[in-house]
């Protein structure tokens, strides 16, 4: 199935803007877990198989598997989110960006080895970097535009010039992505939650695009401004993600085994207070 | 060692500016090494092992062997470059780029799990996204700045306001990197040898800072213009890519087990050309 037509049918048959993003620290996982061959991929199916019916999308971070050597349970907790919930999209989060004959194999790792439905890229190289992701009609292409970290600024946030006129870089990264990039309607941006101000004006330069708004929770970005500055006419349009405060809700004070539900329970809430503002 | 001062010196003692990149795909390796579990790492090795004493790095590409769920291979590949031949830098061509708390993750990913002596990042998430690989004093860190690819234009060449005046983005990466990021003296950046005039810029922007330059070879780009933008005064200064115009050279009609030796012939004949411009 399409990405977006995935994406479209779980915002609106889960009631559900939320993303949980899937970062697994072995050092913040509970006693129980602690030590085990398959630690990472036993957190994460706790997590998802807690929180699938409240979600539109999970999305892995690879940089937390690859730092372990445990791709292997990349593959497995993927394999798993596809058998058990298969109505829920998967973004692998890899902020990739490379030449074309580079990036052709990045795709191959997210599409065909992962198995990912959506993937984040980079945009810094340009339009023949993101050509190989865009080949895959079926798979989101989610550029960064303007991120949620402090450092965010340092480029994206210039004035530039373009051939449509003097802008900040990160609209005319909306504003490429939109007008040149997306002719078969799979590309997403991602816009950080700590720039509610940005979210709009991305939101107005991109029509219903979705956007992935990294930054509540653990950064401090605002749900409610959030949700008004970019949900589309309809009341969707977002994937609000949130990780950590989600993930580790339950083992702040190494709680235990009951690590899943105190992350269902943050979840639900924060699903709540999306909803609250839709 | 330093990274810098493993380049320095193999700059030096090889007397060579060319770092080959190693970019492994299967269906150009010669027929005897088709169908082996290890064969990306073979072929890698051979390569390796009759180019070692002409280069004065290697940078494997960590996307060809994440596409085949070989970074395993790559580890091990890693590990002998630097049983075997342990003057030679590596450097993880991985571009990555994200913010703190992921990049923590890669740079673990980088240095820790694959023990690479430097990583490729991409700036467009700003300071604190590059600060976790800075952190390890002895790794390079080497920025996209002007990449070699024809969509390298879509971004960097835009016209900018930056607090030091108006001037191209890649420009502004630059000035960046040798003014603010530079402090510990590890950071180089990655300059396309398909424009020679921006190599010479970026040389009189940062003063001795290693360049990293793609794009001679399969890519069209030019020894002696980049030679003559980018070196030093001392003749240094510039790790000049060949990836595919080495690897495949023996390999074009599938020729068989001498591939590494005609790889051997198209290195030191690179080597040479370019030694006959320092």
Chains 1, 2 share one sequence.
């Not at 900040?168 to 909306?174: G, Q, R, T």
């Not at 959030?226 to 405060?245: E, F």
Request: net charge negative; glycine share 8%; hydrophobic share 45%.
């Amino acid at each position: 199935m399409h990405f977006m037509t995935a994406l479209t049918a779980a915002w609106q048959q889960r009631n559900s803007l939320l993303c949980v993003g899937l970062d697994p620290d072995p050092a913040r996982f509970p006693a129980h877990l602690q030590g085990r061959q398959d630690a990472i991929f036993e957190f994460c199916k706790a997590i998802v198989d807690a929180t699938a019916d409240l979600v539109c999308c999970f999305k892995p971070q690879i940089a937390y598997f690859a730092a372990r050597g445990a791709e292997d349970q990349l593959e497995a907790l993927i394999e798993h989110i596809h058998a058990k919930h298969p109505a829920i999209p998967v973004i692998l989060d890899a902020k990739r960006g490379d030449i074309g004959s580079t990036a052709e194999q990045y795709a191959i790792e997210a599409f065909e080895r992962f198995k990912a439905d959506a993937i984040t890229v980079n945009p810094y190289m340009g339009r023949d970097s993101i050509d190989p992701y865009l080949a895959y009609p079926d798979k989101g292409v989610i550029l960064l535009c303007r991120t949620s970290n402090p450092g965010g600024s340092d480029l994206q946030f210039l004035e530039v010039e373009t051939p449509r006129g003097r802008m900040k870089l990160y609209e005319h990264v909306a504003r490429t992505v939109a007008e040149d990039w997306n002719a078969s309607g799979n590309c997403g941006l991602v816009v950080g939650a700590t720039f509610p101000a940005e979210i709009a004006r991305v939101r107005d330069l991109t029509g219903d695009m979705p956007l992935l708004v990294p930054g509540i929770g653990a950064q401090g970005g605002d749900i409610a401004a959030t949700l008004a500055a970019g949900r589309t006419a309809n009341g969707n349009g977002l994937m609000i993600n949130s990780s950590r405060a989600i993930l580790y809700a339950g083992v702040k004070a190494n709680e235990g085994e009951d690590f899943a539900e105190a992350a269902r329970k943050v979840a639900l809430d924060t699903r709540d207070a999306i909803n609250a503002h839709r």
